[in-house]
């Protein structure tokens, strides 16, 4: 079984790696380090039969990607962590037990309802909140301002996030013994300092294979995010400071959703493969971070609060 | 009554402890004097941890738990500190070693700085030299100079049980409380513990759990029997295990209780 799911999963990194290796080949360095994805996706829709493979650049992508994953991650590591002690810590087991239940669930949401409360809540209180017309006019030479942005995107991915950081946190610390927990207490410690110094630096390896996973699911989440990020690939600028949480955006998952309709070229279809193919290196490198980690420091990995 | 609570590091009186509606102590009344080892002893569920926990509150955690009565440490009836800053001085001055050696999942170091860092703000070189008189003092410097920055989950469980011990005279505590310290521990271990237990007892007093007779009788100045919740007999240790003034404590020393 594992063999199985093993050449499987091999297949999967030549299958896509052999369909981006043209775009790949033809765009060098610059894949990674230029922009202009948008343009250059419309203009090789267009381009004669047989034309040879033109130069992509994902930049715009990279950036999308690393900003709302990056944002989302820590908002949801913030809000996670706090709320995971929070309820291990202060609510009882029985209350923590029933809250971890209804965050497993939340888990469960299928991404395409994130995308449509994203939608239908999210978006126009973003446009409301941050945009006014005179904005719209200001940057209008740069981008177009709507409340499909980078922001939006953020806001959808923590919740997205937020309960896999939670529910791996709580285990986590309901796994710290309690005789660490009174260890402090018996050096006259008050309960927050033993949270901080003893329940949190032991459950360490679990959290942080919390916000790992977390941040794999959020550079892999498509569906939620195409739907509230703008769909351009804009490459955020030092000086426009924070409007560039305002400006469109467009990660290199929700990249190959929104330019699937292009897909009957061959080379949009090379260059969403090249989407593809990083997305997989950058989720195998999270989740295999996540297991190091979660297996902890010490004899035989007990280094920390999680079971493995 | 109240001039012999002075003299005493420890003094309980008429002390009982319930868990719920369960019994676990009734009646208890006994005088630890300063700078001796005094071993409580009795059959497994007696009340031993229950009463050691009582001095210094850390049954406080347990919901279930009440009592009645008084103990009294350095002349301070703890149950009568009602705010959260009393009790936290009140288990500062009091070490406490578990049954499980518990040394935390970071390194040697970081056990034995944690103690003192969370009280006062002491200079690098102040702290390092403190530890390693600590640790001299816990009989661990030895073996474990050169480990100071590796994980203390990686030593033998005699090794961290004698972290722990070390760690916990950091805060300089001229009460420590001992619970079983060696059952999880190997005869070799056990003895470097025992060893160390009559070093400490030069300047501080040392209550100590234990269920095996022989080490009490190797380690304890006092002796104070218990059965069922009950204080049975208490004394000089020499005088409980040569004339044990019971039926029940001579039974419990031949091994048929
Ligand atoms: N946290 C607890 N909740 C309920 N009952 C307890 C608790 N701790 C101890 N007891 C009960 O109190 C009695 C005394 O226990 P303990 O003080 O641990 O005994 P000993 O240390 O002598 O073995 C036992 O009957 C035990 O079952
Ligand atoms: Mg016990």
Redesign the interface.
Known sequence: MAGASIVVIALIFVFVFYKAAPVIGASGVGLALSGGFDTQVSKAFYAPAGSPTPAFGMLGLIAGTALSCGISTLCASVMGIGAAVTVCEFCGRRGAAFFIAVVRLLAAIPSVVFGLIGLIVVVPLVERLFITVDMQIEYLDYFQMTGRNLLSSVVVLSFMIAPTVVSLSADAIAAVPDSLRETGYAFGMGHFRVIWKIVLPSARPGVIAGVLLGAGRGTGEAIAVSMVCGGIGVIPSAGFGLMNLLAPTLPLSAAIINKSEAMGSGHVAGALFSCAALLLVLGALFSLTARVVSRGFGPGGSGGGIKA | MDSEAGRAAVSVRGFSAYYGGKEALRDVSLDVPENCVYALIGPSGCGKTTLLRSI?R?ND?VPSFSREGEIYVGGTEVFSLSD?RGT?????G???V?Q?P?P???SVRGNMA??LA??FRVPRAEMDARIVDRMKQGAIYDELKDKLRS?A??LSGGQQQRL?IAR?LM?DPPLMLFDEPCSALDPIATYAIEDLLSSLKRDRTIVIVTHNMEQARRVADYTAFFYLGKLVEHGPTERIFSQPGSRLLSDYITGRV
Do not use: K, W
């Open positions: 210094n850390l955690f959260r936290e001085r009140l288990r500062r009091i070490g406490m578990f499980q518990n935390l999942p970071i944690l103690p969370e009280h994980s989950l990686a722990c916990a805060l």
